[in-house]
Each structure stands twice: as structure tokens, then as C-alpha cells.
């Protein structure tokens, strides 16, 4: 983790500005390497399905058993309404995504999620 | 049901002798445990009567992909030909831990964990070769999961058709409704792959959609 305490979570969170001009193996990278430094991410906006695959893909690839396991990753999404108002369509909102041994409880409706953290023996909430 | 099928079974057998085949590959994804080689088994059964693979109740059962050729079924006097490519389940975490509670030594658990996330990685590989996929999705369980999510997204992507599976039907807190109010756009086919139960409806499903 990259807090000086063992027991503290650090939060990043990205505007899509800062990731709108990352090829997807740049914002792929970012992603795991605050997460297996222990980091939570929270993302405006979301990664496109091949990107998520190959997250999970890379995220495989980084797992070492004893300290790395995983990721955990969800969204929040908002309706995208067409120029004339004709169709409604889902787009992410907002991506969190975290390490998977941190993220331990989550509870999720629509529009509101709901997190508990677990860091070692201490635990952070996060609503 | 059954007679019915070993009837075609032989005729299956005729029509793959005078070369009658269409190249169309239905990848099984899904979680693990959602049941894919159950019914992978249940389909190679009906259908060739021999079950494609093993299964178990430890969760990162299969570990690599199993790929059973030539498989064809028949609904409706229209015909499928297939090969069937049951696939590792797709999860983003994998902890041995959750292995040790099945029994399995330290050493082992760790092994399979290494395993799984090798699997993982073919399974996603498999995603650019299929031609169809049946998503298997435990009833019992919340089908809303970034895995599920994110292989229906690629699909879509794709263009690659697809069903979803609501598997373990037979199971009392299954509900296929809940899949059905979260994924109301595609088709939703309740089985239980483990007692054949709705299989019929399903090879009705995958002829109208693969054929």
C-alpha cells in the first residue's frame, strides 16, 4: 500500500478527462497498479467491454496467491437519453474498483452503493 | 424425450457421415460453479450420449477448455451442428483460501488457484473463436456480477448471438424472473442442467437463435 500506515486506505478518484486520451493498455496498467499497491479507484465513467476483459485478463496475469487475489470492480449507471428523447440507454456513471481482499461487503441498487472496507484488522465504511 | 434423442442419435450419425456440417462453435461461459459442464454433460449426453467433462461442487472445476466436436441436435425437424467449447468460469478475483473450505490441502488450493487463473485467461481468448455462447447463470445466485456483465458486453460488441442460461431451476430460492428483470432485452432460458429439467426448451431456443 502506498500510505505509510498498513491500516489506512488510500482513495484515488479520476475525472474521464484524465483518462479520455490513455490508449486502453495505459488505462488498463494504471488501473492494476494502483490496485495491487492496495488503492481504491473510483473512475468517472467506465471501461468499454474489451477493456474489461482485458483488465480481467491482466488482472489474472498479476495474481501471486499470497498477497494479490483479485480484483472486485462495480458501477453505478445513469441513463443516456438520445437528441430527441426517442431512446434511453444505460451508460456507466461511475467505476470503483478495488483490490479484491479489501473490498469485502458491498451492497448495490441502481443508483447507490454501498462499500465496506476491510483493512487488515481495522475496517473502513464507505457509503 | 430421452428416446427421442437416441433415436436421433443414430440419424446424427448418418448426417455426419455424408458430410452434412456447418462450422458454428457455442462457447459455455459463465461463473464458476454456474453449472456449464453440468450441462455441457447433459447436452453431450442427450446428444452422443458421453459427457464432455468433470464436475464438482470446489468451484474452479474446470480449469481449461474442453472442446467436444460435431455435436448436433435436431428440434422441429430443423438441425444444429455445433461444436460445444465449455470453458473455465470467468471470475476477477481468485482466492485459495475459499479452496481450503472444500477440503483441499494448502498446497493444492494454491495449485488450483495458479490453475484458474490460467483458465480465465483462455476462457476470455475463446471469446474472439466462438460463433454462439449459452451464458450460464446460477438462479439461486445475483446475476448482476461485473463477470457477467462483462461477457454479455463483449458479446454485444461482437455481434456474437447468445442466451442466457438460468441454471439450477430445480433449487427452491432459483428465480429466473430476477434474471429476466435484469437482462429484459435477451432470451432467458430456465433449466436444470443437473436433472435435464426444460433441456427441450433450450435446444428449441438454440436452434431459432444459432441456426
Do not use: C
Amino acid at each position: 500500500m502506498d500510505s505509510t500506515e498498513s491500516n489506512a486506505l488510500k482513495m484515488d478518484f479520476l475525472s474521464s478527462d484524465a483518462l479520455k486520451n490513455r490508449t486502453s493498455m495505459e488505462k488498463i496498467s494504471l488501473i492494476v497498479e494502483k490496485v495491487k499497491a492496495g488503492d481504491l479507484l473510483v473512475m468517472e465513467g467506465g471501461l468499454t467491454p474489451s477493456e474489461e476483459a482485458e483488465l480481467i485478463e491482466t488482472t489474472m496475469r498479476e495474481i501471486d496467491i499470497e498477497n494479490f487475489v483479485g480484483i472486485d470492480i462495480y458501477t453505478l449507471e445513469k441513463d443516456k437519453i438520445s437528441f430527441f428523447g426517442l431512446s434511453k440507454k444505460k451508460t456507466i456513471g461511475i467505476t470503483i474498483i478495488g483490490p479484491a481482499n479489501v473490498m469485502k461487503s458491498v451492497k448495490k441498487k441502481s443508483n447507490f452503493l454501498s462499500m465496506i472496507a476491510n483493512l487488515g484488522d481495522s475496517g473502513a465504511s464507505l457509503h | 424425450m430421452r428416446k427421442f434423442f437416441k433415436r436421433s442419435f443414430f440419424r446424427n450419425i448418418f448426417n455426419k457421415l455424408i458430410g452434412k456440417d456447418k462450422k458454428l462453435k457455442i462457447g459455455l461461459y459463465g461463473h464458476p460453479n454456474s453449472g456449464k459442464t453440468t450441462l455441457a454433460n447433459t447436452m453431450t449426453s442427450d446428444w452422443l450420449g458421453k459427457p464432455i467433462g468433470l464436475i464438482s461442487e470446489i468451484p474452479h472445476e474446470t480449469r481449461r477448455v474442453y472442446r467436444q466436436e460435431r455435436v448436433k441436435i435436431e428440434y422441429d425437424g430443423v438441425e444444429l451442428d455445433f461444436d460445444i467449447v465449455d470453458t473455465p468460469g470467468i471470475a476477477t478475483k481468485i482466492d485459495y483460501k475459499n479452496f481450503l473450505e472444500f477440503g483441499l490441502s494448502e498446497e493444492e488450493a494454491k495449485e488450483r488457484a495458479k490453475e484458474a487463473t490460467k483458465g480465465i485467461i483462455e476462457a476470455i481468448k475463446w471469446l474472439d473463436d466462438v460463433t454462439g455462447v449459452l451464458l450460464v447463470v446460477d438462479a439461486t445466485q445475483d446475476p448482476l456480477t461485473q463477470a457477467n456483465i462483462t461477457i454479455m458486453g463483449n458479446l454485444e460488441a461482437r455481434k456474437i448471438p447468445f442466451l442466457i442460461v438460468a441454471n439450477k431451476i430445480d433449487l427452491p430460492e432459483a428465480s429466473a424472473d430476477r434474471i429476466t428483470s435484469v437482462f429484459p432485452q435477451h432470451t432467458v432460458v430456465p433449466v436444470s442442467a443437473l436433472h435435464g429439467e426444460n433441456t427441450g426448451d433450450l435446444y428449441q431456443a438454440m436452434v431459432d437463435k444459432f441456426n
